[in-house]
């Protein structure tokens, strides 16, 4: 088919779904953008995450974790409410800085246009994206508290954030942290795949190795995964207190994921 006949029946597509939508469109798709962002996809992405973004690209069989699909329109790594799309900056956040202990690594080589547009793209794989009601701004997070400061103040904290994580995160995450709870095992995700749930011990974690990482994700979740929000189960005093404990756990030389740790267990 001639490429002035393809370039045409793209476009007559997105207009059509743009009509569709109607008054539940949030953005019509930028026709220049997604054309940029498709070259991007397929140089960048496409190998991983498939012609059709649902994460069946040639290489993801040989994959673990799999690489995400698209198709479903679910994220794990937002800043957004639990349920809702993640903004633009998440996903920019997740492109150019990688996801650790995954194959998903750092596209610091794409300019910020060619980030925008592959954003652009990758939207286009769900409907979600067209619902206003899947869309909410990022959740207001407060700043990590001054006694992170104090060493004898973390410590004490630590102790009331053990208990706090015995009860609600030890099932799955298991009592040192390891990633092996007793849950652990029956743990699946929406994909059908199993969710392990995180060794926090390890150094270097996907949703990023702050403080203010370990909160967004407790208040926020992991969406189509079992790791739901706290953000009505608990306050943010006793999240940050779970988080003392945690980083407490961590590992000075952290364990090969996937594999036997390097350190000595405690």
Known sequence: ???????????????????LSGADEVKSLDFNLYMQGKYVYERNCIVCHG???????????TLKPAPRSFREGMF??????????PTDADLRRTITGGLSGTAMGMFTQLSSEE??????????????????????P??????????????ALVKARAES??????????????????????????????WGMPAAPSDLRQPHLRCGD????????????????PMVSFDSVLSESQRWDIIAHVLGRRLKSGPVLGGPSSASKD
């Open 1 to 19: 088919m001639p490429l002035h006949l393809v370039i045409g029946l793209v476009a007559l597509l997105l207009a059509a779904i743009t009509r």
């Open 51 to 61: 012609v059709r973004g649902d994460g069946k690209g040639e290489l993801a069989a």
């Open 76 to 85: 794990k790594f937002r800043s957004t409410p639990f349920g809702r799309l």
């Open 115 to 136: 980030v925008e547009a592959v954003i652009t793209y990758v939207k286009s794989f769900s409907r979600r994206w067209r619902k206003a009601e899947n869309h909410a």
């Open 138 to 151: 990022a959740s207001k997070l407060p700043p990590r508290p001054a006694w992170f400061a104090e060493e």
């Open 161 to 190: 954030g053990h208990k706090l994580f015995a009860v609600h995160c030890a099932s799955c995450h298991g009592e040192k942290a390891d990633g092996a709870g007793p849950a652990a095992a029956l743990l699946k995700d929406i």
């Open 210 to 225: 702050a403080p203010e990482d370990l909160f967004r994700v407790l208040s926020t979740g992991l969406n189509g995964t």
